[in-house]
């Protein structure tokens, strides 16, 4: 199994430029995240999916859209890249069962996004 | 909202002393509480966590965590700190009303000496 994978690894984008950032899981989990994750302030979480078919907002969602594709894929667009946007993005995926919360998160490898 | 506190953006420790890193939470419901290392230029890997049962637990790597209820703590110990231990760790919640959604503190780095 590959895990989660994210793609592009790297990427440079010029303000006002628009990208999408590619999520996919390979163990059937049904929740899925999206995080940025800036020096000094950890990781904050920008979009969820608790299951396929719903997507909710998380902690710094302003600036992007999501896509809860299929099971598999989850995807992150910016609209309009701006410098504040300049970060590591990191998926993860999980097993969410139910009402339980201690359920493991399974991260992906990290997109490293410029935006000059 | 929930919120998590390290104490310590680094630490530094000999090879062979003690590690002990602190987490301090927020919560007005028990919480689901996870230890996450980060080696450079990769993902988040899970050390240990607590859900419920024992309060003391163990992780890989000889990593363990005690889950202090009345000091809202979930501190990160091992008794004897390797070159390999050096990363970054990172500690988070499952917030209690919304097992969804996860709150991670800002992280702390650990430099180990020879």
């Known amino acids: 199994n590959a895990g989660v994978t994210q793609t592009p690894k790297f990427q440079v984008l010029k303000t006002g430029q628009s990208m999408t950032l590619q999520c996919a899981q390979d163990?059937?989990?049904?929740?899925m995240y999206w995080y940025r994750q800036d020096p000094g302030m950890g990781l904050r979480l920008i979009y969820y999916s608790a299951s396929e078919g719903t997507t909710d907002k998380g902690e710094v969602p302003n600036g992007y859209n999501v896509s809860r594709l299929n099971k598999r894929e989850f995807s992150l667009r910016l609209e309009s890249a701006a410098p504040s946007q300049t970060s590591v993005y990191f998926c993860?995926?999980?097993?969410?069962?139910?009402?339980?919360?201690?359920?493991?998160?399974?991260f992906g490898p990290g997109t490293r996004l410029l935006v000059l | 909202a929930q919120s998590v506190t390290q104490l310590g953006s680094h630490v530094s420790v000999s090879e062979g002393a003690l590690v002990l890193l602190r987490c301090n939470y927020s919560?007005?419901?028990?919480?689901?509480l996870f230890w996450y290392v980060q080696y450079p230029n990769q993902g988040l890997q899970l050390l240990l966590k607590?859900?419920?049962?024992?309060?003391l637990v163990k992780g890989i790597n000889g990593f363990e965590a005690e889950f202090k209820k009345s000091e809202t703590s979930f501190h990160l110990t091992k008794p004897s700190a390797h070159m390999s231990d050096a990363a970054e760790y990172f500690c988070a919640v499952s917030e209690g009303s919304n097992f969804n959604k996860f709150y991670f503190g800002s992280g702390t780095k650990l430099n180990v000496k020879p």
């Open positions: 919560s007005s419901v028990p919480p689901y």
């Open positions: 993860a995926s999980r097993n969410r069962l139910g009402s339980r919360g201690g359920e493991t998160q399974y």
């Open positions: 607590y859900t419920t049962g024992a309060t």
């Open positions: 163990m059937n989990h049904n929740s």
